[in-house]
């Protein structure tokens, strides 16, 4: 058994029987609230939060808590009872699968392969997703990944599916005795997908009830969980950007952004759930971020994390949440106007008598 290896992928089938092969019970270590749980609920709460569920502390855990963690976050994210949620929480798993395996093919590709049983090669993959007929190299190489691969075209449309953009339609590709022609980063896309699919299946857990068995000694981790997630405030769809009439929380998390200091996680998710929400993409954004220590690439990967796989909005958490969080203080006894970001910002347009201009029309105007 090779437990390291299992604590960075997880989704293994061989990583099951790793599971219990520890000779550890799943419903004792929950009970007994072992630090496989806290790593479970951090696993989580960094899916809904970052798109990852890498540690932020990697040091604090063993293997074998990374291992098991897996597990009781699926039986986290099965109680929360959201389509959404599972939804990123397997895209966050699959991004942070992916973003491991690009290193270890890296580290193959400099001769390193073998020096740690904790890496995976491409064989070992494609095989476990079942994908080792269906994807093969262009060429061969006894210490260099190849930069081209074929992938059948039967399994590239199942695995390319979705919104990925013109670039990716079967009329746009090179098309050679049945298999598709994919560069090696293209690749890593559509075994992210693989991965989110291998993840996503069987989830939610069925049979699980609150308040009994395994499920009550995790209530007040799922309670946390679930102010994360928020309630999904009914608003009228927003498509217009006029910072001076933006909630005080949001526009406090711009001036520390603009002062140049780092936003934490659930900062900057409030802060891209808040400017998407109001109908921002994400060129705007970087934009309108500009000066601010904000990530353009950090920016354009939460924006595109911020709709689930049906297309639906994540929104902003609500004030209360906010407000746990020391973001929202209730600036100007806010609350009586609206308890969420979102709703406040609309019930500000609607009462505004001002000429409002879009700050897009503006930026337009200038550039003229």
């Not at 199942?158 to 049945?178: C, K, M």
Request: aromatic share 8%.
């Amino acid at each position: 058994m090779s437990t390291p290896l299992y604590a960075r992928y997880p989704f293994l089938e061989a990583a099951r029987q790793a599971v219990g092969e520890l000779g550890v019970d799943i419903e004792t270590l929950i009970a007994e609230g072992a630090p496989a749980v806290d790593r479970g609920r951090e696993r989580v709460e960094r899916a809904l939060l970052a798109g990852r569920v890498d540690a932020e502390e990697p040091a604090e855990w063993r293997d074998e808590d990374e291992l098991l963690s897996y597990p009781i976050a699926r039986i986290l994210v099965s109680l929360l009872d959201s389509g959404a949620a599972i939804d990123k929480y397997a895209a966050a798993e699959a991004k942070t699968a992916v973003q491991r395996l690009e290193k270890d093919f890296e580290a193959g590709d400099d001769g390193l392969k073998s020096t740690t049983s904790a890496r995976l090669d491409r064989e070992t993959v494609l095989e476990e997703l079942d994908l080792s007929t269906a994807i093969r190299p262009e060429t061969s190489h006894p210490s260099r990944e190849p930069e081209w691969f074929r992938v059948g075209v039967g399994s590239y449309l199942r695995l390319a599916s979705g919104d990925r953009g013109d670039s990716w339609r079967l009329v746009n590709r090179e098309v050679v005795d049945g298999d598709v022609r994919v560069e090696r980063g293209e690749l890593f896309a559509l075994l992210r997908t693989a991965i989110r699919r291998r993840i996503a299946a069987g989830l939610p857990f069925e049979g699980l009830t609150e308040g009994e068995g395994i499920v009550e000694p995790l209530e007040a981790d799922l309670a946390e969980l679930r102010r994360l997630l928020s309630e999904r405030t009914v608003v009228g769809k927003i498509d217009f950007v006029n910072r001076a009439l933006f909630p005080p929380c949001i526009e406090n998390l711009l001036q520390k952004a603009e002062d140049g200091i780092e936003l934490q996680e659930f900062e900057s998710f409030t802060l891209m759930a808040f400017l998407t929400g109001i109908g921002m993409e994400a060129d705007e954004i970087i934009e309108f971020c500009e000066n601010s220590s904000l990530d353009p690439e950090g920016i354009r990967y939460q924006t595109e994390y911020l709709k689930d796989d049906r297309g639906t909005q994540y929104p902003p958490p609500s004030c209360e949440t906010l407000s746990a969080y020391g973001i929202c203080h209730n600036e100007d006894d806010h609350w009586k106007t609206a308890g969420h970001p979102l709703a406040y910002y609309q019930a500000r347009l609607e009462a505004s008598d001002d000429d409002l201009v879009d700050w897009r029309e503006r930026q337009s105007q200038l550039s003229e």
